[in-house]
């Protein structure tokens, strides 16, 4: 398993921007896909988007499909997820996660697929 480390979570406002940052330690983070949830109020925690081992293809929710942007650097040990125009529905804690993937095509976006969490990271969108 690789231990996760989320940061760059904060307060903005409205169609601000933010990044967050997934650090992750463990010799297997190239050989893991690696997703983004969050998890809004008294709510479940939901898919927000993933990348494969080698970054070249990635998924997102439909809710932050062509607002939100996920990245990775395997020489680094990290995965980022740049959130623009922001919407106070975007509020929640941000979880970062992991999964090894035999093949680069395989694509997780089940809560239950990743093995590896963060301890989270909490964004607050004012209106």
């Given at each position: 398993?690789?231990?996760?480390?989320?940061?760059?979570?904060?307060?903005?406002?409205?169609?601000?921007?933010?990044?967050?940052?997934?650090?992750?330690?463990?010799?297997?983070?190239?050989?893991?896909?690696?997703?983004?949830?969050?998890?809004?109020?008294?709510?479940?925690?939901?898919?927000?988007?993933?990348?494969?081992?080698?970054?070249?293809?990635?998924?997102?929710?439909?809710?932050?499909?062509?607002?939100?942007?996920?990245?990775?650097?395997?020489?680094?040990?990290?995965?980022?997820?740049?959130?623009?125009?922001?919407?106070?529905?975007?509020?929640?804690?941000?979880?970062?996660?992991?999964?090894?993937?035999?093949y680069d095509y395989y694509s997780p976006h089940s809560e239950n697929d990743f093995g590896s969490w963060?301890?989270?990271?909490?964004?607050?969108?004012?209106?």
């Amino acid at each position: 398993q690789v231990q996760l480390v989320e940061s760059g979570g904060g307060l903005v406002q409205a169609v601000d921007s933010l990044r967050l940052s997934c650090a992750a330690s463990g010799r297997t983070f190239s050989s893991c896909a690696m997703g983004w949830f969050r998890q809004a109020p008294g709510k479940q925690r939901v898919f927000v988007a993933e990348i494969s081992r080698s970054g070249t293809k990635s998924y997102y929710s439909d809710s932050v499909e062509g607002r939100f942007t996920i990245s990775r650097d395997n020489a680094k040990n990290a995965v980022y997820l740049q959130m623009d125009s922001l919407k106070p529905e975007d509020t929640g804690v941000y979880y970062c996660a992991a999964v090894y993937a035999v093949y680069d095509y395989y694509s997780p976006h089940s809560e239950n697929d990743f093995g590896s969490w963060g301890q989270g990271t909490q964004v607050t969108v004012s209106s």
